[in-house]
C-alpha cells in the first residue's frame, strides 16, 4: 500500500514542539491509523452535540468520525492560547513548507486536513484538496483551488453520464454542510478544552466557509480576465 505522509510540526518560542503526522492510503485517502474507540473521549460519541442532518447511522458509527480524529490535538494543544506565536512546519511527499504564524492559524490549515480526510459524510468532497494539500493559502488561492476541484468533478460526473453543474451551486451547498461541522465540532471542543487555541482555530474556519457566497463570486470574478485566452479561443469539438 503507497500512503501520502503530512507531517505537522508546531515550534513555539518557549522552545515547546509538538508533533501530528497523519498517513493516508494514496487510493481512499483515508487514514491508515485505526480508531480505537476505547480510546476515544465521550464528546467524540456521535450522539454528543450530533451535526444537524448527520446521515451517519449510530448502529453502525458509534462515534463522530471528525471528532475522533481531533482527538490528538485537542490532547496535545488543550493549553494552547489562539493567538501564541508558532513556526509551523508541514512536511509531504513532495515539498516542506514553513510559516511563522499563530497557533490558530497552524491549526486551522491542519484541521482542514484532517477533517477532508476524517471519512464525515460531510466533508468528504473536500478530499480532492487534501490530495493537493496546500497549507497557509491565501483567500484566492483557496477559493481557485476549491473551484477548480468543484469543476474537475463536474467532468467526471459527465463522463458517468450524470448532470453537471457549471454555477458552482452545489460548492456553495458543499461549504454549507461543513459549516455545520464545524459548528458542532467547535461545541464539543468547548466542553473539553482548557485554553482556546483549537477551538478557535476551527471558528476561524467556520468563519472562512461561511464568507464562501460573496468571497468566492468576488474572487472568479477578479480572475475572469487571466482566462481570456479560453474565452476567445474557437469552440473546440
Request: aromatic letters at 10%.
Amino acid at each position: 500500500m503507497t500512503t501520502l505522509d503530512y507531517r505537522y510540526e508546531f515550534r513555539f518560542a518557549s522552545g515547546r514542539v509538538e508533533t501530528f503526522t497523519l498517513v493516508l492510503n494514496e487510493a481512499t485517502l483515508r487514514p491508515v491509523e485505526r480508531l480505537d474507540p476505547y480510546k476515544l473521549p465521550e464528546w467524540t460519541r456521535l450522539g454528543f452535540r450530533k451535526c444537524a442532518g448527520c446521515p451517519l447511522d449510530p448502529l453502525e458509527e458509534s462515534f463522530c468520525l471528525a471528532a475522533a480524529r481531533l482527538v490528538p490535538l485537542a490532547q496535545q494543544m488543550g493549553d494552547v492560547i489562539s493567538i501564541d506565536d508558532v513556526e509551523a512546519k508541514v512536511i509531504t511527499n513532495d515539498r516542506v513548507v514553513i510559516s511563522q504564524t499563530s497557533a490558530q492559524e497552524g491549526l486551522r490549515a491542519l484541521i482542514g486536513l484532517i477533517l477532508a480526510t476524517s471519512g464525515c459524510p460531510y466533508t468528504a468532497f473536500f478530499r480532492p484538496m487534501a490530495r493537493f494539500h496546500h497549507p497557509f493559502s491565501s483567500t484566492e488561492e483557496t477559493f481557485y483551488r476549491a473551484a477548480s476541484m468543484y469543476m474537475l468533478g463536474q467532468y467526471y460526473r459527465w463522463q458517468h453520464d450524470k448532470s453537471v453543474d457549471l454555477d458552482l451551486k452545489g460548492l456553495y451547498h458543499f461549504y454549507e454542510k461543513v459549516a455545520l461541522v464545524n459548528k458542532a465540532l467547535a461545541d464539543r471542543l468547548r466542553t473539553e478544552q482548557r485554553e482556546d487555541g483549537t477551538v478557535n482555530a476551527v471558528v476561524l474556519l467556520d468563519m472562512f466557509v461561511k464568507s464562501l457566497p460573496d468571497l468566492l463570486s468576488e474572487t472568479l470574478k477578479e480572475l475572469e480576465p487571466l482566462f481570456q485566452s479560453y474565452i476567445d479561443a474557437p469552440h473546440v469539438v
